[in-house]
């Protein structure tokens, strides 16, 4: 199974990446730690 990230949700990545970096920092990493891990989790 191969999963593409179009670039209009790219930038919604990196929207929330920014957003939860000015957060708390390193909360932006943890937010796509996150959200790579699950989208990991559909090849299970």
Not at 6 to 32: H, M, P, T, V, W
Request: glycine share 6%; net charge negative.
């Amino acid at each position: 199974m191969k999963i593409e990230i179009l670039d209009s949700a790219e930038k919604d990545l990196i929207d929330g990446f920014k957003f939860y970096e000015n957060q708390s920092r390193g909360l932006g990493d943890y937010f796509l730690d996150s959200l790579f891990s699950d989208i990991e989790s559909l090849f299970l």
